[in-house]
C-alpha cells in the first residue's frame, strides 16, 4: 500500500500552527499508518507535539528510522492488508489514523483498497479503539458513485466501511492538498514553471477547492478528540474556490514568472493528460492519471462542519495564494519533509541486498569498481551522499536521461523525482529511479532500483580507508535476472557498464579531490592572512582570533 499523498509560523515545516484545544492526555496511544508517506510523515510529529504517544505500522520498519521523529514514536512491523500483524499493532490504542491506499498500483487496487479497510475496520473494533480517522478525497455532489473515476470511487468506498465498522469514525474529504513535495503541488509547479504556452486538458476548466497541509494536518490532529457520537465525513477545503487554470494564473504569480498562456484542448482524454504530466512533471503517468482523471469533477465543498469540532484560529483556512508561498519557500529553502515519493511505490521491489550470493538458487551478476582517492573519506561521503537529483550521477548523462525516458515510456518513474534534501539523505528516500535501501553515515549507500527491470538491481557505493590508511572509494552495480528476459537484460547492457559505472567510479574519485583541493587553497589562503595579522599584534597562547 502507498500513502499519497495559517499564518502563524510553526516548528514544523507546513504543519499547523497548533494542536486543537481538548486534545487528549499524553497517555493517549494513536496508531499512524502510512507513516512513512507524504501526510503521515508530517502528522506523526503533530501528535507528539500535540501530548499524544505514537505508533506507526510499517512494512519495513527500518524505512522510518531515520526520520527526525523516530526516537520519539514506536515503531511496528505490519501492513493493512494482512489482518493477523494488525492485531497486536492495536493493542491499547485509542485513536487509528487510516492513511494509505492502492493508487497507481495495478488494475486490482480497488479490490486491494476494499479488504484492507475491512481488515483494519475489523481489528480496530475488536481491540476497542476509541475513534478511526480517514482521509479520503472529495467527491462531486452531483455523480452517482458508480459513475466516478476508480480513484475517487475506492476513496469513498474504504470511507463507507470505516464509517459502518462499529468504531466512530471521522473521514475528511479534501480535494488538491497544497504543499511542499505535494503530488498535486509538484504537478502544478512543474507545468506551470517548463511551459509558458500550454495547450491543456478541459479539466482546467473545472472548479476544485485546494487546502493547505497546514490546515489537513490541523484537522487530522483536532478530530483525535471529537465526542463518540460522531461518525461522519466532513468536506475540508481553504477559502478559496478555483479552476486549475486560476491555480496555474495565480501560480505563475506567486513565484515571480511571466503569465502563461493557457489554451484548453478538448480532445485530451485522461489517459493522454495523464502521459502528457508524465513528460513534463515528475510526477509518473500511473499517479498522474487518477490525479488527472479527479480534475475532471467539480469538487467544491458542502459544508465546514468541521469548524464545529475544530475551530479555526485566525489566518486559518489558508488562502490558496498564501499555501503557495508557504510551499515555495520550503522548497527554496530545502526543508520539504517528505514528499509524494516518500511513500514506497506499489509494486515495486523491496527485496533487500542479498548477502548470498547463490541467493534463491539464481544468479547474482555484480559489476564492481575500486579507486583510491587523494581525499579524506568525509570528503569523499559528501559527493556520494550528494549523488543524483540536480547533481546528475557523474557519468554518461545521456545514457542515464536515456534509461529514464525508456522507463517512463513503459510506466516507470523515470529519472526525474529528484531527492528530497539535496545534501542529506535517509533510508527510505526516492532518489530518481533509486530509492535508498541502506544508509551508513559517513560510509556506505545502498540504492534499491524501483525502475521497470526483469529483476531486482542495486547500487551500492563505500567510502573507507584502506589497511595503508588510504582514502577507498568502492562501487557494486548488483542485479538479479528474473528468467530469460532479465538474463537477455544484463548481458545486452553488460557492454556499456565500463562507460557507466566506471565513469561513475572516475568521475566521483575525481569530484572528490577537487573538493579536497578547494578546501586545502582555502584553508591555506586563510591561515597566511592570519599569520599576516599576527605578526602585527604580540600573540599568546589560548588568545581569541582577532575579529575581521
Given at each position: 500500500m502507498a500513502t499519497h499523498p495559517s499564518a502563524t509560523p510553526d516548528p514544523t515545516p507546513d504543519g499547523?500552527?497548533?494542536?486543537?484545544?481538548?486534545?487528549?492526555?499524553?497517555?493517549?496511544?494513536c496508531l499512524v499508518t502510512g507513516a512513512?508517506?507524504?501526510?503521515?510523515?508530517?502528522?506523526?510529529?503533530?501528535?507528539?507535539?500535540?501530548?499524544?504517544?505514537?505508533r506507526c505500522l510499517a512494512r519495513t520498519p527500518a524505512n522510518l528510522r531515520d526520520y527526525p521523529w523516530a526516537g520519539r514514536a514506536e515503531v511496528v512491523k505490519g501492513d493493512v492488508t494482512d489482518a493477523a500483524s494488525l492485531r497486536p499493532a492495536f493493542e491499547g490504542v485509542e485513536v487509528a489514523y487510516y492513511l494509505v491506499h492502492s493508487l497507481g498500483a495495478g488494475r486490482d487496487f480497488e479490490e486491494t483498497d476494499r479488504r484492507a479497510a475491512r481488515n483494519f475496520a475489523e481489528e480496530a473494533r475488536a481491540a476497542g479503539v476509541r475513534r478511526i480517522v480517514y482521509l479520503?478525497?472529495?467527491?462531486?455532489?452531483?455523480?452517482?458513485?458508480?459513475?466516478?473515476?476508480?480513484?475517487?470511487?475506492?476513496?469513498?468506498e474504504v470511507g463507507r466501511i470505516l464509517l459502518d465498522s462499529g468504531v466512530p469514525t471521522t473521514v475528511l474529504r479534501a480535494a488538491v492538498v497544497i504543499g511542499s513535495g505535494s503530488a498535486s503541488f509538484e504537478m502544478l509547479r512543474y507545468l506551470t514553471e517548463r511551459l509558458p504556452v500550454m495547450l491543456t486538458p478541459s479539466w482546467v476548466r473545472t472548479h476544485v477547492q485546494p487546502i493547505a497541509v497546514r490546515d489537513v494536518l490541523r484537522y487530522l490532529v483536532g478530530s483525535a478528540t471529537m465526542p463518540p457520537d460522531v461518525n461522519r465525513t466532513f468536506d475540508v477545503g481553504g477559502p478559496d474556490v478555483l479552476t486549475y487554470r486560476d491555480m496555474m494564473i495565480k501560480y505563475a504569480a506567486v513565484a515571480g514568472l511571466p503569465k502563461r498562456l493557457i489554451v484548453s484542448v478538448p480532445?485530451?482524454?485522461?489517459?493522454?493528460?495523464?502521459?502528457?504530466?508524465?513528460?513534463?512533471?515528475?510526477?509518473?503517468?500511473?499517479?498522474a492519471r487518477p490525479l488527472a482523471e479527479s480534475l475532471r469533477y467539480e469538487v467544491v465543498c458542502a459544508e465546514h462542519d468541521i469548524a464545529e469540532y475544530v475551530p479555526d484560529p485566525p489566518g486559518a483556512p489558508i488562502s490558496f495564494d498564501r499555501a503557495l508561498a508557504l510551499a515555495l519557500q520550503r522548497v527554496q529553502e530545502a526543508k520539504v519533509t517528505t514528499r509524494w515519493s516518500s511513500a514506497s511505490l506499489p509494486g515495486a521491489p523491496s527485496d533487500p541486498l542479498p548477502t548470498d550470493p547463490d541467493w534463491a538458487g539464481g544468479s547474482l551478476y555484480v559489476d564492481e569498481r575500486e579507486r583510491t582517492v587523494d581525499a579524506p573519506p568525509e570528503t569523499l561521503w559528501k559527493v556520494v551522499e550528494g549523488i543524483g537529483g540536480e547533481n546528475g550521477w557523474y557519468?554518461?548523462?545521456?545514457?542515464?536521461a536515456v534509461r529514464g525516458w525508456l522507463d517512463r515510456l513503459v510506466g516507470g518513474v523515470g529519472l526525474r523525482r529528484g531527492r528530497r534534501d539535496a545534501q542529506r539523505l535517509r533510508v527510505g528516500d526516492a532518489l530518481d529511479f533509486w530509492r535508498v535501501e541502506e544508509i551508513e553515515r559517513g560510509s556506505l549507500l545502498r540504492l534499491r532500483a524501483e525502475m521497470r527491470l526483469p529483476g531486482l538491481a542495486w547500487l551500492e557505493m563505500r567510502s573507507e580507508r584502506d589497511e595503508r590508511g588510504r582514502t577507498r572509494y568502492r562501487q557494486r552495480a548488483l542485479f538479479h535476472p528474473r528468467g530469460l528476459a532479465g538474463q537477455l537484460y544484463w548481458w545486452s547492457v553488460a557492454p556499456f557498464h565500463a562507460v557507466v559505472f566506471g565513469g561513475m567510479a572516475r568521475n566521483i574519485a575525481r569530484t572528490a579531490e577537487r573538493a579536497a583541493d578547494a578546501s586545502a587553497k582555502g584553508a591555506s589562503t586563510g591561515a597566511d592572512a592570519s599569520t599576516a595579522r599576527a605578526g602585527d599584534v604580540p600573540a599568546h597562547a589560548g588568545d581569541a582570533p582577532p575579529r575581521t
Open positions: 499547523p500552527p497548533g494542536a486543537a484545544p481538548g486534545g487528549p492526555s499524553a497517555s493517549g496511544l512513512g508517506g507524504y501526510i503521515g510523515g508530517r502528522l506523526v510529529p503533530e501528535l507528539l507535539d500535540a501530548g499524544h504517544r505514537v479520503g478525497g472529495l467527491t462531486p455532489k452531483d455523480v452517482p458513485e458508480g459513475e466516478l473515476s476508480p480513484h475517487l470511487r475506492s476513496r469513498a480532445m485530451l482524454t485522461p489517459g493522454l493528460s495523464s502521459h502528457w504530466i508524465g513528460l513534463v512533471t515528475p510526477v509518473p503517468a500511473g499517479l557519468s554518461f548523462p545521456l545514457a542515464w
